[in-house]
């Protein structure tokens, strides 16, 4: 079966904080992932996908393939950063999200 | 660029009546989704077009939903009737071939009352 489990519904941190959100996934061959974010009365878009191997917004997320994990993370939150975050899978010709997580990140 | 356009952005009708989305992809992206997404959940595929050919509708209900891509170019989905549980927001996206990175309008909000 192709799934994106997010398990944290609501993530709560302070200004400053490390973050993590937690993303894990359950498909049979190499996968493509993503992480989306949303932020208040936007548009859904693309954060970062793990084959770019890039940082954006201070964000990195690597792939862990024994734990079948790709993990958000970021050192020292933001309060912009304070968000809708889905992880998502490129299953065979879709893409699978996982039910988001909402960060909030207070002063 | 605009983006991927949406409309309308709300409507609320009453059970039973239809209603209609329209979608205008990013220009040039052959590739078309649809996606329903319900209030506390992710968005999941209801339909996905490759230019005018809908190449995936597995997850469309088909007895009352209905999609169109007639030139390949924008698009409509349908509900005929609705019913309450249809209220949810329907996003539309698109993407170049390849279909790597998936563009999203800001969806319309629909209310079944």
């Known amino acids: 079966a192709q799934r994106v489990t997010q398990p944290e519904k609501l993530l709560s941190v302070f200004k400053g904080a490390p973050v993590e959100l937690k993303c894990n996934y359950s498909?049979?061959?190499?996968?493509?992932l993503f992480w989306y974010v949303q932020y208040s009365r936007q548009r859904l878009q693309l954060l970062l996908r793990?084959?770019s191997r890039e940082s954006i917004k201070g964000f990195t997320a690597d792939l862990n393939k024994g734990e079948t994990s790709f993990h958000l993370k970021k050192p020292f939150a933001q309060e912009e950063d304070s968000a809708m975050y889905y992880c998502?899978?490129?299953?065979?010709?879709?893409?699978?999200f996982g039910t988001g997580t909402r960060l909030q990140v207070f002063p | 660029e605009a983006g991927v356009v949406q409309s309308p952005r709300y409507k609320i009708i009453e059970k039973k009546q239809p209603v209609a989305f329209w979608c205008n992809p990013i220009s040039g992206h052959n590739t078309l989704y649809w996606y329903l997404q319900n209030l506390g959940q992710g968005p999941e595929l209801l339909i996905r077009y490759e230019n005018e050919e809908a190449v995936d509708d597995s997850q469309l209900p088909k007895d009352r939903f209905s999609a169109e891509r007639l030139k390949g170019v924008d698009s409509t989905l349908k509900i005929q009737p609705a019913e309450l549980g249809d209220s949810a927001v329907y996003l539309c996206?698109?993407?170049?071939?390849?279909?790597?990175?998936?563009?999203f309008g800001e969806g319309s909000w629909l209310t079944v009352v």
């Open positions: 996206a698109s993407s170049p071939w390849g279909r790597n990175t998936i563009y």
């Open positions: 998502a899978l490129l299953g065979t010709d879709k893409l699978i």
């Open positions: 793990h084959i």
């Open positions: 498909y049979s061959g190499s996968p493509e």
